[in-house]
């Protein structure tokens, strides 16, 4: 079976993860991504299908549907922490929501200017981040925060809950006083939602 199923025309419906082609017959192309080797649909839309130039993409059914980008500044609610990483769920691409779901991961080594021990000290599960979009290496965003307007806008104290307040570089919980850190961007409780 060749790509696109058995139909191999332009225009053809997609959803996505479905198979498009493969790299030895086309260039992925907008609204692709390649696995195995084989090249397929990143979202709803029509499939176009470039035979003279050999690419493959697919056009969005929703007019300006948004998906991140390399260099994109996103908004996300961090999912889940670990001593080397942090999950990610994106939900803006800036003040814009995004036409669908999408996970980021941000290492330890693109948190900040100086060194950082643990992802334990810039966030925790639930809190709103501001990031960079680097790399879209394996349908995987690869998130950083070293710039000054960049890291959590807001967090959420992980005792009780409650939002923690910033008083003089330290993060403390109004509620039951404990006391956390955080890579805080430099409007950290600012903005809206």
Do not use: W
């Not at 691409?93 to 810039?122: A, E, R, W």
């Not at 394996?138 to 890291?151: A, Q």
């Not at 939002?163 to 993060?171: A, G, P, Q, V």
């Amino acid at each position: 079976m060749n790509a696109v199923s058995s139909e191999r025309e332009s225009g053809k419906f997609v959803l996505p993860g479905e198979r498009l082609g493969v790299i030895e017959e086309f260039i992925p192309d907008v609204g692709t991504y390649v696995m195995g080797g084989i090249i397929h649909s990143k979202i709803v839309g029509r499939a176009l299908l470039d035979f003279l130039n050999k690419r493959v993409s697919v056009y969005p059914l929703i007019p300006k549907a948004r998906i991140p980008k390399v260099g994109s500044v996103v908004l996300g609610q961090v999912s889940y922490v670990q001593t080397e990483n942090a999950g990610v769920r994106i939900f803006k691409i800036g003040n814009n929501p995004l036409s669908g779901f999408f996970s980021g991961i941000l290492h330890v080594s693109d948190v900040q200017q100086t060194y950082v021990k643990s992802m334990f000290d810039v966030c925790k599960p639930g809190d709103i981040i501001r990031a960079k979009v680097i790399s879209e290496k394996n349908r995987v965003y690869h998130l950083y925060t070293k710039d000054r307007e960049l890291g959590v806008v807001y967090a959420f104290c992980s005792r009780c809950g409650y939002m923690l307040e910033l008083k003089r570089y330290i993060m403390r919980c109004a509620r039951c006083g404990k006391i956390e850190k955080r890579k805080i961007a430099l409007d950290y409780g600012k903005g809206m939602l």
